[in-house]
Nanobody
Framework: QVQLVESGGGLVQPGGSLTLSCTASGTIIRIYFMEWYRQAPGKQRELVATITTSLGSTHYQDSVKGRFTISRDNAKSTVYLQMNSLKPEDTAVYYC?????????WGQGIQVTVSS
């Protein structure tokens, strides 16, 4: 069983930056892609960014393009989300999601609050 542990969340002022990390532990055969989702109060969970482990191809939600950067360290089974120019509307619980061979895992979620 694979567990994902997130870190790096917190409170930041508008215009500030945060970097989230998510590391997988357990028996890992192969990770196909890594993703970050977020869920704001009263809203559905939405996909923020995706990165493939093989080529490092990335995809972003339109609202974060140019501000967020997803990256990965395959050797450490870790994905990062560098968030710059944060806005109040980025406030949400952020979840990492990994797709493995025949399985998937979710992190427990980490709070990001953008407020002055």
């Amino acid at each position: 069983q694979v567990q994902l542990v997130e870190s790096g969340g917190g409170l930041v002022q508008p215009g500030g930056s945060l970097t989230l990390s998510c590391t997988a532990s357990g028996t890992i055969i192969r990770i196909y892609f890594m993703e970050w989702y977020r869920q704001a109060p009263g809203k559905q969970r939405e996909l923020v960014a995706t990165i493939t482990t093989s080529l490092g191809s990335t995809h972003y939600q339109d609202s974060v393009k140019g501000r967020f950067t997803i990256s990965r360290d395959n050797a450490k089974s870790t994905v990062y989300l560098q968030m710059n120019s944060l806005k109040p509307e980025d406030t949400a619980v952020y979840y990492c999601h990994f797709a493995f061979t025949g399985a998937e895992s979710w992190g427990q979620g980490i709070q990001v609050t953008v407020s002055s």
